[in-house]
């Protein structure tokens, strides 16, 4: 009996043992895990949002301003389609042409004329016959005139002959694009501006085309196009257009020194705690007399930065902060 008790006692000592031992190591490796020592997840950096200490701030240049509100006239899409002048450069020629015709047959008429009068040698026929001539000529040019009204639009046929071939020149040089422009299920009134990209440019319209559309059953105008844009807007390419309508709209807008462009769109930085910044994209926005306005996604209490927002987005792309010594 003495045997299986000090049996007993062993085993019961044994377990004891094991579990005062498994009580001692769990909590050492719990608080190993935790040590301070041990090295913590990288904090990962969100998209979009720079964490700037004030001090930073100051040296980064980073300046704060509340937009200003606003309105903008409503705007209608719309479609601008480059056209091709050659055939108005082979008018234009034809009335060069037929004018000079026209010119010298009045010359002969007027000349046989007066020595009909003074019974020299011109008969009567010779007369009637040269002015005949100089009324068929005078014709062609008319004819040739209007075929500019009929074919393209009477706004292109009220410019003079001078201001058609600088037209013509400058479409050649790329200096200029002749559009037409069409708005769906409408008339196009106001004023009109052409996208292209980053690119925008307001049009000179000069007038009515000659007819409509047949697709979207408009009627368009036409407009020239000058500057940077001109030179994409090459015959037969259609670009994007919008057109200014009477009635307006309430939003926010930003001035220019607060806009960056990144990944094909406009942004800003808003600040939404006193040391961190969140880019916004301005969606539909578009340029004004001061600044650039946008419907919705900005506030009148929103916190832009106007100054620094370059060197926020050098941050958010990886580079370091403004330290004091810099």
Avoid: C
């Amino acid at each position: 009996m003495t045997r299986f008790v000090a049996i007993g006692w062993a085993a019961l000592g044994a377990v004891v043992a094991s579990v005062v031992l498994v009580g001692f190591v769990l909590p050492r490796a719990e608080l190993k895990s935790a040590s301070p020592d041990a090295p913590a997840e990288t904090e990962r950096a969100v998209d979009g949002t720079v964490h700037l200490e004030p001090d930073q701030q100051g040296r980064a240049g980073v300046t704060i301003a509340l937009p200003r509100s606003g309105t903008a006239p409503v705007l209608e899409p719309a479609y601008a389609r480059a056209l091709d002048v050659a055939a108005l450069a082979a008018i234009d020629s034809e009335i060069a042409a037929a004018s000079a015709a026209a010119g010298a047959s009045r010359a002969e008429a007027i000349r046989l004329g007066g020595l009909a009068a003074e019974d020299q040698s011109a008969s009567t026929r010779s007369v009637e016959a040269a002015r005949a001539q100089a009324m068929a000529d005078q014709a062609r040019v008319d004819l040739a005139s209007r075929r500019i009204g009929l074919e393209f639009g009477p706004g292109l046929a009220r410019l003079g002959v001078g201001q058609r071939r600088a037209l013509v020149a400058d479409v050649a040089a790329g200096r200029a694009s002749l559009v037409r422009i069409d708005r769906p299920g409408g008339a196009v009134a106001g004023r009109i501006r052409v996208i292209d990209g980053d690119i925008s440019t307001l049009v000179t319209v000069l007038g009515p085309a000659a007819v409509s559309d047949a697709r979207l059953q408009s009627a368009g105008v036409l407009a020239v196009v000058r500057g940077p844009l001109a030179a994409s807007a090459t015959a037969g390419r259609v670009l994007t257009a919008s057109v200014e309508t009477n009635a307006a709209e309430a939003g926010s807008i930003l001035t220019r020194d607060s806009l960056i462009r990144w990944r094909g769109g406009m942004w800003a930085y808003v600040q939404s705690a006193p040391d961190t910044f969140v880019r916004r994209e301005l969606v539909d926005a578009r340029p004004v007399q001061d600044g650039w306005f946008v419907e919705n996604g900005f506030g009148p209490e929103d916190r832009i930065v106007v100054g620094g927002a370059g060197v926020l987005l050098a941050i958010e792309r990886g580079g370091d902060a403004p330290a004091e010594e810099d």
